[in-house]
């Protein structure tokens, strides 16, 4: 059976703890992966260090939520 991967399906998934991933990039097949240990960084109380703020003055960076999420997928998917 064949699972297509869309955007409703991705985003369940990534809030379950679930991501896919294939063993190579010529893979055929892609499994689902739930790590034991995650990261979530809790953004209503998180605090940006002055350092970290003055290190993204200097730098050419632009930080943004939930944007472009289709070209970030086929991004990845080209590297």
Known sequence: MTL???????????????????ESRDAEEVFWFQPEVRAILPLETFHVPRSLAKFMKRMPYRITVDSC??????QCSTI
Request: aromatic share 16%; net charge negative; proline share 4%.
């Open 69 to 74: 999420f289709d070209q970030v997928i086929r």
């Open 4 to 22: 297509r991967l869309d955007n409703d399906l991705l985003l369940h998934a990534y809030a379950n703890g679930f991501f896919p991933m294939a």
